[in-house]
């Protein structure tokens, strides 16, 4: 299983020259399994450099994207396969009461807010529920759950290849609730990180930070790192970065990270800051070196 | 034990934090929660216990009839709105620690989700007491 950052910046894109080394492109995760079936989640405006990236030839895709927040559907306009005709995409999301996928989706993509309107689209576009419970997608495992952000938010497991990928961009799991007491099976997403090769999860605050922003759905650097700590997960990826946090606070952020990281009995190799365009290779023993 | 759904560990965290007695059922019934207020009516804390299957809370500190008489699972308000789908209010009795009974209002409602029924919160109010600690003077 390939693991690969397309955006890696939360709530809004933040070019420019002071996150030029992290990236300023907001949730896109390009996930690339050994067979080939191709997964991505979330559809932030990394999608765009994806989507030129990708050979005409892997016209069959999947979308599969946490929540609504526009940070991460917000690239799904300038996804360039969603242009050619022979592309098949299906976008999985969360089921709402209020509306269906595609009409909730359909509110971004149509005017004033979008030139094009889903209709409109020369591909082949389906959109599906996510069930909240296990399914299948070419060899990949998939396994949905709500968890604990602003509105309905799903967090995903992605398990193939002898491996698995834990995939939980928004989350507040330390609201109300003690990561370090409180028993797994109260702890929102819990089930969803346990022991994965690979959790990807918001750490969009400092712990300073947090203190004045508990209840934003988003997790600060201690939360995240007892969760981590506590699901046993092989490695940790950081993400959803704050648009306020340059490549340098993010270098810093980054050593208090390991800090807390090494005080929590955590190897160093096995953290690290999500970077876009950063790959990753899992595998069923997972090396946490074995990366490019 | 299986992670709870989502709606039950925000349910949880809510009533956790309330000085008004609450239990929280699972879709079963079975109790999975109740705050540390509703602990100083049934004489120990809910992580002293544990869970507990539907039979094994009512018989123990379930609503009681005017004479202290268990009522039966069924009757509960958490099980009818559980069960049916709708919110209930009711008047009952409560057989607490020292034995004695006091007559409590209840309001039960059910916890729906996209994902189908997740359970059900009760919150009870003593009715001799007035207002509760912390709530409208
Ligand atoms: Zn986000
Ligand atoms: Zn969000």
Request: hydrophobic residues 40%; glycine residues 10%; contains cysteine.
């Amino acid at each position: 299983m390939k693991v690969k950052i397309w955006g890696a910046r939360g709530s809004v894109p933040s070019p420019g020259p002071e996150t030029v080394r992290y990236g300023g492109n907001t949730s896109c995760v390009q996930v690339t399994l050994d067979d080939g079936t191709l997964l991505i989640l979330d559809a932030g405006t990394g999608i765009r450099g994806m989507g030129i990236a990708l050979a005409a030839e892997a016209a069959r895709v999947h979308i599969i994207v946490t929540h609504l927040h526009l940070d991460h559907i917000q690239g799904l306009m300038f996804f360039a396969p969603a242009f050619r005709s022979e592309s098949e995409i299906t976008i999985w999301g969360p089921a709402s009461p209020e509306a269906s996928l595609r009409d909730r989706i359909a509110r971004y993509i149509s005017a004033p807010l979008s030139p094009v309107e889903v209709r409109e689209l020369p591909c082949e576009v389906a959109f599906r529920d996510c069930p909240e419970t296990e399914w299948e997608i070419g060899t990949a495992h998939l396994r949905a759950a709500s968890v604990t952000h602003r509105g309905p938010t799903l967090g995903y497991r992605i398990t193939a290849d002898d491996c698995s990928l834990a995939y939980i961009p928004d989350h507040e799991p330390a609201i109300g609730a003690s990561l370090e007491n409180d028993e797994p099976d109260w702890i929102s997403g819990f089930d969803l990180a346990r022991g994965a090769s690979l959790l990807v999860h918001d750490c969009q605050y400092t712990d300073a930070e947090y203190a004045d922003h508990v209840g934003w759905g988003h997790s600060g650097l201690s939360d995240t790192l007892t969760f981590a700590r506590r699901t046993e997960v092989e490695r940790l990826l950081l993400f959803h970065h704050d648009p306020m946090h340059s490549d340098d606070f993010l270098d810093t952020f980054y050593g208090s990270a390991l800090e807390g990281w090494a005080e929590r009995g955590g190897d160093p190799v096995a953290l690290e800051l999500a970077t876009e365009r950063r790959e990753i290779e899992l595998s069923a023993a997972t090396d946490p070196l074995g990366s490019r | 034990m299986s992670q709870k759904p989502i709606e039950l560990i925000l349910a949880r965290n809510l009533l956790s934090s309330l000085t008004t007695p609450a239990f929280l059922v699972d879709d079963h019934g079975a109790l999975v929660f109740y705050n540390d207020a509703a602990a100083t009516l049934v004489g120990r804390r809910f992580e002293e216990r544990g869970q507990m299957a539907a039979s094994d809370w009512t018989e123990q500190f379930g609503p009681a009839d005017p004479e202290g008489r268990p009522v039966s699972w069924e009757d509960l308000p958490l099980t009818k709105a559980l069960f049916a789908g709708r919110a209930i209010h009711s008047k009952m009795h409560l057989k607490v620690l020292d034995g004695t009974v006091h007559e409590i209002e209840v309001s039960a409602l059910p916890i729906f989700a996209t994902g189908g029924t997740r359970g059900a919160m009760a919150i009870f109010w003593p009715v001799e007491d007035g207002p509760q600690a912390g709530g409208p003077k």
